[in-house]
């Protein structure tokens, strides 16, 4: 390496730093403030094959940017660096070393000079002061150099810092009259009944328990009071109090609970009100208040600026996709009860209609389908079931005008194969079990795995309960496995893509992966979680999956999604359809560089998966990690 600081190459700091303008997080500065760095930066000179930094040691002191040439950079310490398969090559105007360098942790990466290489060194201490807050203030100092969204104020807020008044507790020997009374100004009062639980008497109790039934005032409250409520640990975040109120349609409130379990407060919707989710319970309660079709569907189709509007207001992108999920849930339940009140041939208390997908796992975006099953209570004629579908397609077709579109592939209720009674997906569940080569048996009970019921009977249907005997069928939970492990995390496409004549699909090549890996991992641990982040959770720290290497897949899953969200945001505001394909060319060096990781991360445990797959057995997959502290842990 040789250094220079003649005057000729002051002029090469200074267009390299001008360079620099337009690769954020560089972008917003103005010319005085490049010119600064200029000063303090330093221009070094590389030879072929000649080593320029190894963040894996220590973390680097400087960012760097190259000016000219070609570098070979390596993202995996624990994989041999092969000197002819980089993960990816860095050319003029390109930055490296700069998610070690802001987060201060050895991460990488290794780069080599892939010929002749002048390299602009730019002061960590520096570029961090120059760099607006959002851009370097904001960064968790995490595996991965996270956008800020993982970490903003909206999933900070806990539900117990929305309760605007304490809950009045009152026995349940007292009489409604004497309940209504305490409850006058909060509209909410907790009951202590005769057994120790705590019952809830709300306004809408009283309503429905009380004045509709024609039940006397006189009687004892602890007769009346709901004890059903949906319930939050007080550190609970905001948006999930928001997702159980959008989802739970018999509640009112959320009630909040202490350490010990005990219930110390509760929320409503107007307690969230100057919180970054008020705008979900704007757009809900517009979807509620939907009198026909053509009126949800047009509130419905602001979904999208409702998503822009919760990110701008502080809630983190998980947050975000939560609570479009179950907004997602709110138009379909309204558009179901809007179509079958045109047709009183068919009820709507026949059946529980299941989401399935990425809205059944509360991750929808903007380019996600909707799709969706029946699960018939009792058997019913095959005529009777064609008529049912035939509705199911009006809401389908509904659905897809107000920008919900159903999939593409067929799995929908208006399909045979996805609406059948209860009894017969059991059947059938059970013939995918005995012989999982058969019938697409793997895609569907991988469909089945993720579905949730919105509407009709709340508790889990026949065949959602028949696959957890999974673990009792090693050859469907291998046969699982390999499906899982066949979508894989796709490095080379990368490499391809850089020039800029194709688009990398984030979706097939990043995200599929983890959500496969996930739900498989839950299975082998008894997990019915269905976020992918929570299966991962509840798998970690098995055999097949030791918890560092789960804490990885979590960070990078919720990293990635986090792009994508903003990605999509960003063709919808241009008046594009929202797709999975990103063309890395006109992303910034940043989200380049950590896709390009994220992927290495994905295909390593993926990898080790699928050698440990080989040598344990099925029933060993779910045990307890044996060595849970190794350091070698990929």
Not at 110 to 134: C, M
Not at 187 to 213: H, P
Not at 275 to 300: K, Y
Not at 553 to 579: D, N, S, W
């Amino acid at each position: 390496m040789t250094e220079t600081r003649s005057e000729g190459d002051r002029v090469v700091l200074v267009r390299a730093m001008a360079a620099l303008a337009a690769t954020p997080p560089f972008a917003d500065l103005d010319t005085h403030t490049i010119e600064a760095l200029a000063a303090q930066a330093r221009i070094a000179e590389y030879r072929a094959g000649e080593l320029i930094l190894d963040a894996f040691r220590a973390p680097p002191s400087e960012v760097l940017v190259v000016v000219a040439g070609r570098v070979r950079v390596w993202r995996d310490a624990a994989r041999p660096h092969d000197p002819d398969a980089p993960d990816m090559i860095c050319g003029a105007g390109e930055v490296f070393g700069l998610d070690a360098t802001l987060t201060g942790k050895a991460i990488g990466p290794l780069a080599v000079a892939d010929g002749p290489v002048r390299v602009v060194r730019v002061p960590a201490d520096q570029a961090a002061a120059a760099l607006p807050e959002t851009a370097v203030g904001a960064v968790p100092t995490r595996g991965l150099l996270a956008p800020a969204e993982l970490s903003e104020p909206g999933d900070r807020l806990r539900v117990d810092e929305l309760a605007m008044a304490p809950l009045v507790i009152v026995p349940g020997t007292i009489s409604v009259r004497e309940a209504a009374l305490a409850m006058a100004r909060t509209g909410l009062a907790g009951v202590r009944l005769s057994d120790g639980d705590l019952g809830v008497v709300t306004d809408r109790t009283l309503r429905e328990r009380v004045l509709a039934a024609g039940l006397s005032t006189e009687r004892p409250v602890g007769g009346v009071a709901a004890t059903d409520l949906p319930r939050l640990p007080g550190d609970a975040s905001a948006a999930e109090a928001l997702i159980l109120l959008l989802d739970d349609v018999r509640s009112d409130h959320v009630l909040i609970t202490g350490p010990d379990g005990g219930v110390t407060g509760a929320v409503e919707a107007r307690d969230f009100l100057g919180s970054p989710v008020t705008p979900g319970l704007v757009v809900h309660e517009r979807i509620q208040r939907a009198h026909d079709v053509a009126t949800l569907v047009q509130h419905a189709r602001r979904l999208p600026g409702l998503l822009a509007d919760l990110l701008a207001g502080g809630l983190g992108a998980a947050g975000v996709l939560s609570v479009y999920s179950a907004l997602v849930d709110a138009v379909t339940r309204r558009m179901l009860e809007l179509t079958f009140a045109a047709h009183p041939e068919v009820s709507l208390d026949a059946f529980t209609w299941l989401s399935l997908g990425s809205n059944g796992r509360r991750e929808s975006t903007l380019s996600s389908d909707v799709d969706c099953a029946v699960a018939f209570h009792e058997p019913l004629p095959q005529d009777e079931i064609d008529r049912y579908r035939e509705v199911f397609l009006e809401v389908i077709g509904s659905l897809a005008r107000a920008g919900l579109t159903g999939d593409g592939h067929g799995a929908t209720a208006a399909h045979k194969l996805f609406a059948r009674s209860s009894a017969s997906w059991e059947k059938i569940a059970r013939e995918w079990l005995d012989d999982p080569s058969r019938n697409n048996a793997a895609m569907m009970v991988s469909l089945l795995l993720d579905a949730r019921p919105i509407m009709g009977a709340h508790d889990v249907p026949a065949v959602a309960r028949m696959v957890t005997e999974l673990r009792a069928h090693p050859a469907s939970m291998r046969m699982l496995l390999e499906e899982s492990l066949a979508k894989r995390a796709r490095l080379r496409p990368l490499l391809r893509v850089f020039p800029g004549r194709d688009a990398f699909d984030i979706k097939r090549y990043a995200l599929l992966p983890i959500v496969n890996l996930a739900r498989w991992a839950a299975l082998t641990v008894g997990s019915t979680a269905l976020p992918t982040t929570e299966r991962l959770r509840a798998a970690a720290g098995s055999s097949i999956l030791p918890a560092r290497q789960a804490a990885t897949l979590v960070e990078v899953f919720e990293v990635l999604q986090a792009i994508r969200l903003r990605r999509q945001l960003h063709q919808v505001e241009r008046g594009r359809p929202a797709t999975d394909r990103i063309r890395l060319d006109r992303i910034s060096a940043i989200d380049r560089s950590i896709i390009a990781r994220a992927v290495r991360e994905i295909a390593t445990v993926q990898q080790r998966m699928a050698n440990l797959s080989r040598y344990e057995n099925p029933e060993d997959w779910g045990r307890p990690d044996p060595q849970p502290d190794a350091d070698d842990w990929r």
